[in-house]
């Protein structure tokens, strides 16, 4: 391979574009002052963020998202966290590496056969067009995020730590409270992350199961690609591309406190 | 004792689990399982002959059926005025035991004549043959059906009951599975194309270029898909970046056509499902002993060969991997088709979408997804067999 180190950098210099350039490509855009979504860009302005958070349709979906992706991220941190504890010192059982890899089934099952099954069962339950239902269903497919996180955080526990702690006199629920959560903290909060992150980017179930009240702004974006593609979007997703980068920064701060501890 | 213990702390780690095992029961697996029950359920006879499989229910299946039972019959065949459901009435009927197509039609118009009718033996001693009247009662009592799935696939029942294909130009649906396959199969060695060359360079460079590399991979991975499918309409629209640089340096006239096309599709799903393949052929680059190569270059091997016959060869297991993880997904998407593709590059998921939220047949939604599902699961358990054999070895 060193006989072709020209060819190597220029091939993997045009790959690295080919993936960055389309979330840079979009960044401008979201402060242009036209009304078009394409360049070049006439003049600055910030009219597409105002309109972001003044305009009905988008600052509801906004709001949406955020109730939602709340519900959903303490709904599938507190069910995931639970179940992977029940997993952990299990891995050599089959029944429950059977649980394991069911409880990750939902990362697989492609999201329009989900949706068209939960659609006809939550008008049966009452379920369609409510909050509730928007969060169950997006808490579905969050759940196998959180299941990975946290079992791997707990792996890395030294049990020894434990049986100190319970030799030392602490009740089953001390050392859970005191030892064993504070230590796999890491990765609940990035299982977490993850499952706000799901929420927040979920289409496919949403156009199933949500009414118009509970449009996201995932949705909001879908639509506005679909019938009237405006620069709000590219305000969107600034808004969208600056939040991951954030995020990818508290996961890995959460990570390296992690192993500092 | 510790057989107790032991026996304790697997009750309590089952305790542990039960809460989300319960929550993916109701929510995961009951809407999967009524989406296949409404994919198979039969509504014809049931909702055709509502009255007489109430009424036949204390017959003995030898006997010919009393006059109570043969009144509620021909009240339920006159209440029928939708010919279309009649239609369906007769095949499902006929379709179980033939003959019925005559029958059934001689006697609608005797009790659409006649509205005291109860003997309708009277009308055609057929009727006195018990065997016409369990197919009444099976099919008015039956709930299945594989219309549906049969027409998933463009086939249908004939009249005789066999199994034959649909009319020419009647239905579309092999002809979507056929290119949902095909373009997940573009997509798929667009990515091996793509994905192997550069999980080889990034495998082969150290430190921080390295580190870009695979930044470069994570950061889209990261990204709200959402926003990257905005971002490649941005790129490909008739006045996007691409054909806005190709018309300023003189290269086109016109606007290439780049988006609602199958080549927009490819480009955006190769760019969403590139990671997938990347990520997988690293892991198993990184394993591989770093003085092969050079072995096989001091024995003499010219750079193409040791390539072809060492690295290609050991690098194979992680492009299985990836392959898989890429087709399985691409086989379902639903976002990107839909907003980058044209009408006629909408896939499986899409005709999915069509026919539970345009057209209300969740019966065919159902049927469809019973299809993408059983393709998904089959790759999904080759995937783990080989990761699991991988973990082993």
């Known amino acids: 391979m060193r006989t072709l180190p020209i060819g190597k950098a220029v091939f993997g210099t045009a790959v690295v574009i080919f993936l960055m350039a389309p979330l840079f490509a979009i960044l401008p855009l979201a402060f242009t002052d036209s009304i078009f979504l394409n360049y070049p860009i006439p003049d600055f302005s910030f009219r597409w963020f105002h309109e972001l958070f003044t305009a009905n349709a988008w600052r509801r979906s906004i709001l949406n998202s955020l109730l939602i992706g709340t519900g959903t991220t303490i709904l599938a941190t507190v069910l995931g966290t639970v179940a992977s504890l029940g997993l952990r010192g299990n891995s050599a059982s089959l029944l429950f590496s059977v649980f394991r890899t069911v409880f990750l089934l939902p990362m697989v099952v492609p999201a329009v056969v989900l949706g068209v099954g939960m659609q006809l069962m939550f008008a049966q339950y009452g379920l369609a067009n409510t909050y509730v239902g928007v969060i169950i269903a997006h808490t579905v497919i969050a759940i196998p995020f959180v299941i990975v996180n946290v079992t791997a955080a707990l792996q890395g526990i030294d049990r020894r730590l434990e049986n100190a702690a319970a030799s030392l006199g ?20 990035s299982g977490a992350v993850f499952a706000f992150a799901t929420s927040l980017d979920e289409v496919v179930l949403t156009l199933f199961v949500a009414g118009p009240n509970q449009r996201t702004v995932a949705r909001q974006m879908f639509s506005t690609i679909r019938e009237n593609i405006s620069p709000a979007i590219a305000a969107a997703a600034f808004l969208f591309i600056v939040g991951t980068i954030v995020i990818a920064g508290l996961i890995l701060l959460a990570q390296k406190k992690g192993q500092r501890a | 004792m510790t057989q107790q213990s032991g026996l304790s702390k697997r009750v309590k780690s089952c305790a542990l689990i039960a809460p989300l095992a319960l929550f993916l029961v109701f929510f995961f697996a009951a809407p999967l399982v009524t989406m296949m029950k409404t994919a198979v359920s039969d509504p014809v006879a049931s909702s055709a002959l509502p009255t007489v499989s109430r009424a036949l229910q204390e017959w003995d299946r030898a006997s010919t059926p009393s006059a109570d039972v043969q009144k509620a019959f021909a009240d339920d065949l006159r209440n029928i005025t939708d010919d279309e ?51 009444v009662q099976d099919a008015a009592g039956a709930s299945l059906t594989d219309r549906n799935l049969l027409a998933a696939v463009d086939l249908q029942r ?9 009319p020419e130009g009647t239905s579309a649906n092999r002809t979507t599975l056929f290119r949902t396959m095909i373009m997940a199969g573009v997509v798929t060695l667009c990515c091996i194309a793509v994905g192997l060359p550069f999980a ?9 270029k390295r580190q870009l590399l695979l930044g470069a991979v994570l950061l889209p991975l990261w990204t709200s898909l959402l926003v990257r499918t905005a971002a490649w309409y941005i790129i ?3 006045n996007g970046l ?26 955006a799903m190769t760019h969403v499902l590139l990671p997938f393949m990347v990520l997988p052929i690293f892991s198993v680059l990184i394993g591989i002993p770093k003085n092969l190569m050079p072995a096989a270059a001091s024995l003499g091997a010219p750079p193409i060969r040791a390539f072809l016959l060492v690295l290609l060869p050991l690098s194979l297991r992680g492009v299985v991997s990836g392959a898989l993880l890429v087709f399985m997904s691409a086989l379902g998407y639903y976002i990107t088709p839909a907003l980058i593709g044209g009408a006629k590059d909408q896939m499986i998921s899409s005709v999915i979408a069509y026919y539970a939220t345009g057209a209300a047949n969740w019966g065919m939604a159902g049927a469809l997804g019973i299809v993408l599902l059983a393709a998904t699961m089959i790759l999904y358990v080759v995937y783990l067999r080989l990761s699991s054999e991988e973990a082993r070895a």
């Open chain 2, 242 to 267: 691409i054909n806005l640089t190709l018309q300023t340096l003189g290269l086109t006239s016109g606007p290439v056509p780049l988006i609602f096309n199958r080549l927009g599709v490819v480009i």
């Open chain 2, 85 to 135: 459901l009649f239609g369906d009435l007769v095949r499902r009927l006929n379709s179980a035991k033939s003959g019925f197509r005559t029958l059934l039609v001689k006697t609608r118009n005797a009790v659409a004549e006649d509205q005291a009718i109860t003997d309708l033996v009277a009308v055609d001693k057929r009727w006195r043959d018990s065997a016409f009247w369990i197919a």
């Open chain 2, 236 to 238: 490909l629209q008739d």
């Open chain 2, 158 to 166: 004939d009249t005789g009951g066999a199994i034959v294909s649909m």
């Open chain 2, 200 to 208: 080889m360079v990034a495998a082969s460079t150290t430190g921080w």
């Open chain 1, 170 to 189: 602490a009740s089953p629920a001390v050392v859970l409270r005191q030892v064993t959560l504070p230590l796999a903290m890491p990765g609940i909060v």
